[in-house]
């Protein structure tokens, strides 16, 4: 729950820093296309581990 917690703020920060000029929009798609790989790739890996142990 914290992790989703503070995934959000980590999204809706760069979107606060988007609109502000702050970060361009390319920069923006990639950090978050990173983090949706990286956030998929862990919870598949986490439920490779859970079914290994339940087999």
């Known amino acids: 729950m914290l992790t989703m917690i503070g995934t959000g703020a980590v999204f809706f920060t760069m979107i606060f ?6 970060l361009d929009v390319e920069k923006a798609k990639t950090i978050i296309n990173i983090g949706m790989m990286s956030g ?3 919870a598949f890996l986490y439920f490779v581990h859970i079914l290994s142990k339940m087999f």
């Open 40 to 42: 998929i790739c862990i």
């Open 17 to 22: 820093a988007e609109k502000k000029g702050w």
